[in-house]
């Protein structure tokens, strides 16, 4: 609205201007090199006007003229990267969908048409890796780790590349160059981390991490520096005792849960008679996550107390979880230490109905310690045997002894006190299965077991008098997994029909003579 009312204004404005000229008429006179033109205000107005538009349009003609090389040149250059974006985007395609022929035959073309754009170079880099030819894509990256534009890129595959042929130092520098250029690269910082911890260098596996702190979140980068803290306490918990006390404080602080962590940091803050901090730390860590190691160390706060103390305090720690089976087996240990055999028993008695391999090796030593009764112990180890298992240290299907700041694939953090089969299903109890029954004697073997069998044969929907007694299913420790039927030996569809063998000729003279005329 306010767009047409200024419109109409404007109009106005110039009708009012034309107006006024025209009712104040006036002459121009023109006199110059002998020539005198006379004529009016307005159409010597006109003239300028008509000239100034003529001058603008033959200028237009003039520049038109002197631009149009340029104007070719941009024409043809825009339909030759037309030609070549077209040529990028059918190769990535073909990339895609795994058309090999038409990826490569696009890589070229993008290749002749567009040689410095960063698409083409990526092109050129996965046709290769798709035929095979590291060499060409390994160039192809480099080029592109030369660029500005695409410097972390080429980067990151020539780490790639680097990993599969096993060239362990050439992918650590790659990483390490591209983590220099960019910090807050994850892979990058993951790589160097990786390698560091591989290497068992905790200095240097802290400060790669720092330089990856802004892409962790919070949480995770909080877990990874106390797993490292804690791995670096470790390894310099025999060499240097303050550092390594400092550092597993720090890490009990950041993670509270970390087993290994609060158990050192109990011990050594026991050592320098600091009990009150350390039995909260431990209770702490018990109470989000119980363990033996944690137990045990709650157990030896004070040196020199005697097994009834270890007991009493042991008890009390239990008593924070309840109906834990780790409070259950510290407990029963430390009563078997302090020879408090009823204690024991109490302790696991819950458990006894479907024990565990470790609650049947702690009722096996009751009994060896209590009675002596090597029966009742070689019961019990026959049981453990039979047992379900107990939670370990686990980690990419590998189970240790104890805890490892790394897994056996090079995963920080990835030992986890768990039941090794845990993902299998639900735990169940242990099928005993009941011994077979003696074989009564046979008075007449030659007739007696094979009439019943025939009875059965012929006449199988006949009642008996008796009703069948209505079997129980019994399910499996474990899950079966159905094994899919075998299809038998590939024979190939190219292999010849076996011909079946023909009847050998009668005998008869008669018949051999009719087969002639069949």
Known sequence: MIRLVIFLLA??????????????????????????????????????????????????ILSGILRSPEQVSLFFRHRRAVKGYLAITRGLIAVGAGDLRVARKAADEAARLSAGDPLTLLLN????????????????????????????????????????????PAARAVAERA????????????????????????????????????????????????????ARAQALDELDRDVSRTAVLEAVKLAPDLV??????????????????????????????????????????????????????VQKLAAKLPGQLEGALAVARAALDAREFAAARAALAPYLSAPTRRVATVMAEIEEAEHGDE???????ARAMRASGDPVWTADGV??????????????????????????????????????????????PEAEPEQPIR??????????????AKAKPVEPVIPLVRVP??????????????????????????????????
């Open 375 to 381: 029966g009742r112990v070689r019961e019990w180890m």
């Open 125 to 168: 880099a996965q046709s290769a890796q798709m035929t095979g030819d590291r060499v060409a894509a390994e160039r192809a990256f480099r080029a592109m780790a030369e660029r500005d534009d695409t410097k972390l890129f080429g980067l990151r595959g020539l780490y790639i590349e680097a990993q599969r042929r096993g060239d362990a």
């Open 399 to 444: 189970v240790s002894e104890r805890w490892l700041p790394v897994s056996p694939n090079g995963r920080l953090d990835g030992f986890q006190w768990k039941l090794p089969l845990a993902e299998l299903g639900v735990r169940r109890p242990v099928i005993e299965m009941a011994p077979p029954p003696e074989p009564k004697p046979r008075l007449m």
């Open 455 to 468: 009875k059965a044969q012929n006449s199988p929907n006949k009642p008996t008098g008796k009703p069948a």
């Open 179 to 230: 983590a220099k250029a960019q910090p807050s690269l994850t892979w990058a910082g993951q790589a160097v981390l990786d390698d560091r911890c591989a290497a068992a260098d905790w200095a240097g596996a802290l400060d790669a991490l720092e330089h990856m702190k802004g892409a962790l979140e919070k949480p995770d980068y909080r877990r990874k520096r106390a797993v490292l803290l804690t």
């Open 11 to 60: 109009v106005a404005v110039i009708a009012a201007g034309f107006v006024w000229f025209a009712d104040r008429p006036g002459d121009i006179v023109i006199t110059w090199l002998g020539y005198h033109i006379e004529t009016s205000l307005m159409m010597a107005a006109l003239a300028i006007a008509a000239l100034i538009l003529i001058a603008i349009l033959l200028w237009s």
């Open 260 to 313: 290994p962590a609060a158990a050192l940091a109990g011990r050594r803050l026991a050592e320098s008679s600091e009990h009150r901090k350390a039995r909260k730390i431990l209770e702490a860590a018990w109470t989000i996550n119980p363990h033996p190691d944690i137990a045990e160390a709650y157990a030896n706060l004070r040196f020199g107390d005697s097994a009834r103390e270890r007991l009493t305090r």
């Open 485 to 518: 039927d075998d299809p038998g030996p590939d024979l190939g569809l190219d292999a010849e029909p076996v011909q079946e063998p023909t009847p050998p000729p009668p005998r008869d003279a008669w018949h051999r003579f009719m087969q002639l005329f069949r």
